[in-house]
């Protein structure tokens, strides 16, 4: 199918062919059949992608901050990848969508159903079903794609809370203004509509608003005196783009006492005192569609809040505009300036630098047949592969396997059949950049393909156990970015599947730390030791939202069986013995109602007599090393600092290994189980301690939990 994509590095707008999304359940899939291109926030983006890094940076000084404490913790190199690689990432564009529903996922939508959602600019889009809303029979799909831009105006205007008879200024009469305009009128507001363009201001006009022309020199606060018989205007809601503070303060000055300002736009915010304090004046952000916004319970988990303690929450929103435009007190027919189909995409945006631009529709082919296939050639002369010793298909296309697995595979001489991601944008891209024969959106593509002899799995969490079991099945080698499973019973299943094959498939766990060149030194100096070793490590993970789906017990399974695993994992390959008991105890606080076990104290026994502590903390600096480990034994300390720095105290014949970048063996793994199954061995790290790691990850998640 095709969809719209801007590169972020360049700002260079493209039609890709890209796979069906796969639907999911509570996600509703749409068959797309208009969009509309918003002149204001996605010009916005598309200059942004065009800027260069300074003008970039100068635009983000918080992301400033973040890349240079990157570079004063783990070093230049590291940084200016990170960076590249957030630049290459694909950013599909659009976000107001109309269409027929193909798949309803569970939801209360039925197939067929014509909805509204903020869906990208693509011939089938997967949404959550929060942010859909059914599309009445007298609004046609050419006036429903404004809603979702109608509900940010609407939003605007709940805040504000107009009653009848009130006077409001709307600043800025873009096309979110001049909804905003329609709204307030249609809420019996006297409306003074404030703008540079002429045009704009006849519109607005048309819509029952007075007007300031700015480009013809009139007074806004003589007009804004005038409309509100000398008392002063009861609201202002700025739609406005700008980095100046005038708007604000302007609409300050035009407000009665105990005014209202909303601000639905851009606008520059150094606010000045005076302004606001004699007259107590009101000041408030309006965020998007409304409540939910951002919420990933709300948005990705579609749980509802309670209709009678949130009446209008996103999906409510867009609802109400669509009721506004089928009883036409919206009317948007004026605020369409071009219609393009969808494969002549890139033309629609050239016309977003002229200046009077206000709506840009995209227009989708009736037939869907073609629209919905899941995997897509991304090399049209085919791949043979015969005689290949590795060929790889991946699950997964996120940052993880972006930035570091594909490229690791790569560079270790594997060939790529199938990459497979659910929404089929990454698929594609990092499928064309890393030359994959094919793009797919299900896994069914790499479980059938009799060219690949390997899976790599670095999708969600929840997924690991059953892509295992699967790719097992298929008769797949597989190598699965940690965890191997979240729970207990999937590990005995894994197990189970795995004896069955009598070791014709390798199954090898990401747990790359034990490949670094720090590590291995360390591990060659402790071969000799035979006294029991005593380990401290530390993982200052830093914070991670409650929210994040690796917090998540059903998705991630937490960051102890998610994260914490890498150091449970390196102690047993240091320790050389296996782990006969572990203790462990988490702080959570009460006054802030976490339920995270994102800070922990784990103290592992082994079976030689060795002990070791893990201190997994999220509640430490940036400023301090994200990882230390030390190791005490044979009257000497080993000192790894954040995979560059290695020292020896007391140990004869070394002293200190240092390398110019970090290291925590990512290469080393990957090229290792590559070796391994070209070679007809078995994989890196013995599948017992794999399983071993793997069940005391779970177990003591488990008991941090009690």
Request: glycine letters at 8%.
């Amino acid at each position: 199918m095709k969809q719209v994509m801007q590169d972020l590095s360049n700002g260079d707008t493209t039609i890709a062919d890209v796979p069906s999304p796969l639907a999911q359940e509570g996600s509703v899939l749409i068959a797309t059949s208009a969009s509309l291109v918003s002149a204001g926030t996605e010009r916005m983006l598309v200059d942004f992608g065009k800027a260069n890094i300074i003008q970039k940076a100068r635009q983000q000084p918080d992301k400033v901050k973040m890349v240079l404490e990157k570079v004063r913790v783990d070093g230049l190199g590291p940084t200016i990848d990170s960076v590249r690689a957030k630049f290459d990432q694909p950013l599909p564009l659009g976000y107001s969508n109309v269409g027929r529903v193909l798949d309803s996922g569970g939801t209360s939508f039925v197939v067929g159903d014509r909805v509204l959602s903020n869906g990208h600019h693509a011939e089938v889009v997967r949404v959550a079903s929060n942010l859909c809303a059914k599309v009445p029979d007298n609004v046609s799909d050419e006036t429903a794609a404004f809603a979702v831009v109608g509900a940010i105006a609407l939003q605007g205007v709940r805040l504000a809370a107009p009653t009848i008879g009130e006077t409001f200024v709307v600043t800025g009469l873009g096309l979110i203004g001049l909804i905003t305009v329609q709204i307030l009128r249609a809420n019996g507001c006297h409306v003074l509509g404030i703008d540079f363009d002429s045009k704009k201001c006849a519109l607005a006009r048309k819509y029952g608003a007075d007007t300031v022309d700015l480009s013809r020199g009139e007074d806004p606060l003589a007009k804004a005196v005038l409309v509100s018989r000398g008392r002063g205007v009861d609201g202002a809601i700025l739609t406005a783009s700008t980095s100046s503070n005038s708007p604000v303060s302007q609409a300050a000055k035009m407000c009665r006492k105990r005014g209202r300002i909303v601000l639905v736009g851009v606008v520059g915010l150094e606010l000045s005192r005076a302004d606001f304090y004699e007259k107590e004046l009101s000041f408030q952000v309006s965020c998007s569609y409304g409540p939910g916004r951002y919420d990933t319970e709300y948005e990705d988990m579609g749980r509802d809040y309670p209709l009678g303690f949130v009446r209008w929450t996103e999906q409510r929103n867009f609802e109400a505009v669509l009721d506004l435009m089928a009883g036409s007190a919206i009317v948007v027919s004026d605020l369409l300036d071009h219609q393009f189909d969808i494969e002549d995409g890139v033309e629609a945006y050239t016309h977003l630098g002229e200046r009077n631009t206000l709506g840009i529709l995209l227009k989708y082919p009736s037939a869907i047949s073609q629209r919905c296939k899941v995997s897509v050639e991304l090399n049209s002369q085919g791949r043979a592969f015969e005689g290949e010793p590795a060929v790889v298909s991946f699950l997964g296309a996120g940052n993880y396997a972006s930035r570091v697995l594909i490229p690791a595979f790569k560079a270790a001489g594997a060939v790529f059949d199938t990459l497979v991601s659910s929404g089929g944008v990454t698929s594609a891209h990092y499928g064309r950049k890393f030359g994959f024969w094919r793009a797919a959106t299900t896994s069914h593509c790499v479980y059938s393909s009799e060219k690949a002899n390997i899976v790599v799995i670095a999708t969600r969490h929840n997924l690991h156990a059953k892509q295992v079991i699967d790719s097992l099945s298929a008769n797949k080698h597989v190598f699965v970015e940690k965890p191997l499973a979240l729970t207990l019973q999937d590990i005995t299943e894994i197990e189970r599947v795995y004896r069955s094959k009598e070791g014709s498939c390798n199954l090898m766990v990401g747990y790359n730390r034990r490949f670094s060149p720090h590590v291995q030194k360390m591990k060659s100096l402790l071969d000799v030791v035979t006294s029991p070793k005593v380990f401290v490590m530390t993982m200052n993970a830093g914070h991670i939202a409650a929210d994040h789906w690796t917090q998540s017990a059903e998705i991630g399974g937490g960051r102890i069986i998610g994260e914490a695993c890498h150091y449970i994992d390196l102690m047993r390959f240091l320790a050389d013995s296996p782990i006969s008991s572990y203790v462990a105890k988490s702080i959570k606080s009460d006054a802030l109602n976490e339920t995270t076990d994102d800070k922990a104290v784990i103290t592992l026994t082994f079976e030689d007599g060795s002990l070791g502590t893990i201190h997994y903390l999220a509640n430490g600096g940036k400023a301090f090393p994200k990882e230390r480990i030390e190791v005490f034994a044979n009257d000497a300390v080993l000192q790894l600092d954040n995979f560059r720095i290695l020292k020896g105290f007391g140990w004869k014949g070394f002293n200190k290994m240092k390398l110019r970048i970090q290291d925590k063996g990512q290469k080393q793994c990957v090229s290792e189980f590559v070796n391994s199954v070209a070679k007809g061995e078995g994989a890196p790290i013995p599948f017992h301690q794999v399983i071993e790691v793997a069940k005391v990850s779970i177990e003591i998640a488990e008991l941090l939990k009690n």
